[in-house]
Structures are given as structure tokens and as C-alpha cells.
């Protein structure tokens, strides 16, 4: 069975340029729920992190390239 090629190439254009972690939960569909990512971020495996004051963001294209490389694994 030939690999199936994820394209995120429609996230790029969707997704605005920061992201909460209750806003990923929602665009990606409850993919990843807000105490999971918290989570990853503990352990230094989630998607970068970028803080504005005291709330935690991410933005677009290091959240995309953080799928992506889970996508590959």
C-alpha cells in the first residue's frame, strides 16, 4: 500500500498567526485537548511555545512544523 502524504498546507492558510492551546484543541478538531498540550510543554516535546504575559500561545508555523514532524514519525 503506497504512504499516504499529509499536505498542512491548508492549515498554513487557515490557522491565524497565534494560536492558544484552547485554539488548537478547536481548529484541529479536539485533536489535542488544552491539559495534553500543557503536558507536552512540561516535557519539552509539544510544539513551541511562545509566552505573551501569562498566557502560553503558539504560533502557526511552529505548530505546523511540530505536526509535521509527527506525522513523519
Known amino acids: ?17 497565534m494560536l492558544t492551546r484552547k485554539d488548537v484543541s478547536v481548529y484541529l478538531g479536539s485533536l489535542f485537548s488544552v491539559s495534553y498540550l500543557a503536558n507536552l510543554n512540561y516535557k519539552g516535546i509539544g510544539p513551541k ?4 504575559g501569562r498566557k502560553v500561545v ?15 514519525d
Request: no cysteine; glycine share 0%.
Open 1 to 17: 500500500m503506497p504512504e499516504k502524504k499529509v499536505d498542512l498546507e491548508d492549515l498554513r492558510n487557515t490557522l491565524p498567526p
Open 49 to 52: 511555545p511562545t509566552k505573551i
Open 58 to 72: 503558539y504560533l502557526r508555523d511552529d505548530l505546523i512544523e511540530w505536526l509535521e514532524k509527527r506525522i513523519q
